[in-house]
């Protein structure tokens, strides 16, 4: 179906001039030709983000908002003006032809079918991560983007992050030797981090269109809590897999060059939040990788934590042959060099042995008085990013910037589908209490 960008792009010649005198206009610094009028679906927590780092975009305009929660739409028109377009069918957003590109902010259930209508209907997508609730269903979605050749980016900010760049280029340029393990973790300690969101005493099912909620989950009897808390329920969430490791995979991804696991392995357990949810509060993962693009065979582990006993923390550790990068506020490269002499545990041996072992050893590593030079530096050259920066408005300029150059963005959805499969099968690990093999370069789950 053409769209009013697909218009715009066909007149080009015809409008240059106007453009041209729109463009000496001082209020109005962007052509109209530029102007990029989006739609979110989804305007809960993230959605709003979403939107609101969008408009920090030069050009762009949000037109039109969808939600199954009225709520949501009344604070929407609030928020952003009684002009907004609001509906509680997504579908009617995507049949009209002055919107351009969709936020995709719902929970993950619907990620994947919004973006392959979305993309059907002509639209570009930006689409929160995971980027799909199901292994096949990502495919589904890799496979449309390809017949519709709209662009599609995945939302993972880490992906953008100039901090990521750098541990990139740092990794690259040998700053810790050969890699051989990764380690990241995402602890919490809060009823807010582990998911138990407020829920409106006007949720009711006059004010929310629950089958649309549902979509394709089980039917089960409006219940306000599975929408509000969604991502206690594997029904409409991945577990702390999908919602947390993934960010984990993409950044891991994009630091490595990696395309993904071959072996998975995952166990934890439900240890406090018992409320009512089905997915563990508890979560590790075991990887393999497989040498490639650049970079050694790795192993990687990962956790989740939301009874850290403490307050939240993530990050990374790198850990090389010859140091040991690791990424949190900023990044930090820290290098001890080895001893110059291997050492010796000779004290169990006869003394008559422990002499002649101790001749050998010192013709080779003659005795020395220990001197002030001959100690080993211990360096550590951090990194940090320039106060108040945010990579997910640069994810979200990076899509933009796609959506008017038709050129490539950083996430597509074979990346996307890169990092959300790994953790889909984390869930499968821990849920079958078995082992996945996975094809990380065709993506498709081996056993
Ligand atoms: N990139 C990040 O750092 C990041 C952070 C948080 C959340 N997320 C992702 O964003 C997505 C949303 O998470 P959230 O925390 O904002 O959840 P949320 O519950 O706050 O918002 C989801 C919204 O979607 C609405 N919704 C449900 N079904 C819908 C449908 N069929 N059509 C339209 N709207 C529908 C809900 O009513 C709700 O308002 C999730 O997939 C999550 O993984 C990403």
């Known amino acids: 179906m053409p769209t009013r960008r697909h218009f715009l792009q066909a007149t080009t010649a015809g409008l240059a001039a106007s453009a041209f005198a729109a463009q000496d206009q001082p209020d109005k610094p962007v052509s109209p030709n530029d102007r990029i009028r989006v739609a979110l679906i989804g305007a809960g927590g993230m959605g709003t983000e979403d939107a609101k780092s969008s408009l920090e975009i030069p050009g762009v305009e949000l037109a039109a908002v969808s939600d199954i929660y009225q709520g949501r739409l009344t604070r929407a028109r609030e928020r952003w003006g009684h002009q907004l377009i ?81 541990a990139q280029e740092l990794l690259q340029s040998g700053a810790i030797g050969e890699l051989n393990l990764v380690e990241a973790w995402w602890d919490r300690n809060s009823a807010i981090g582990a998911w138990e969101y407020s829920i409106p005493p006007d949720a009711t099912p006059e004010n929310i269109d629950w089958d649309r909620f549902l979509g394709y989950a089980p039917k089960v009897p409006f219940e306000p809590v599975r929408l509000f808390r969604w991502r206690d329920y594997r029904d409409y969430g991945t577990g702390v897999a999908g919602d947390l490791f993934v960010h984990l995979f993409s950044g891991m991804h994009f630091v490595t060059g990696a395309i993904g696991p071959t072996r998975v392995f995952a166990t934890g357990g439900l240890r406090f939040w018992k409320d ?81 072992f101790l001749k050998e050893y010192y013709k080779q590593y003659p ?47 074979v990346f996307g589908l890169r990092a959300a499969g790994p953790a889909l099968l984390s869930n499968i690990s821990y849920f079958e209490q078995r082992m996945c093999s996975w094809d990380p370069e065709t993506m498709t789950l081996k056993t």
């Open 276 to 356: 009512g949810r089905d997915v563990p509060d508890v979560f590790l993962g075991l990887y393999d990788y497989p040498a490639g693009n650049g970079h050694p065979a790795f192993n990687l582990a990962l956790r989740v934590n939301f009874v850290s006993g403490a307050g939240e923390t993530s990050g990374f550790r790198f850990v090389g042959s010859e140091g040991i990068l690791t990424i949190g506020g900023g990044v930090t490269v820290s290098k001890t060099p080895r001893e110059t002499e291997p050492g010796y545990t000779i004290d169990t041996f006869p003394k008559a042995v422990q002499e002649a």
């Open 86 to 166: 609001t509906t509680r069918d997504y579908r009617a957003v995507l049949e009209r032809r002055d919107i351009d590109a969709v936020l995709i902010a719902t929970p993950d259930h619907w990620h994947a079918q919004i973006s392959i209508d979305a993309m059907n209907a002509g639209k570009d997508v930006y689409c929160e991560k995971p980027m799909a609730q199901r292994v096949e269903d990502g495919r589904r979605v890799v496979e449309a983007q390809k017949k519709t050749g709209r662009i599609m980016q995945v939302g993972s900010q880490r992906v953008s992050s100039i901090i990521y760049k750098k």
């Open 367 to 413: 005795p020395q008085v220990p001197k002030a030079d001959s100690m080993r530096p211990l360096q550590e050259d951090k990194y940090l990013p320039p106060h108040g920066y945010s990579d997910h408005l640069d994810h979200h300029r990076n899509f933009i910037a796609a959506v008017r150059s038709r050129k490539t963005v950083v996430e597509d959805p």
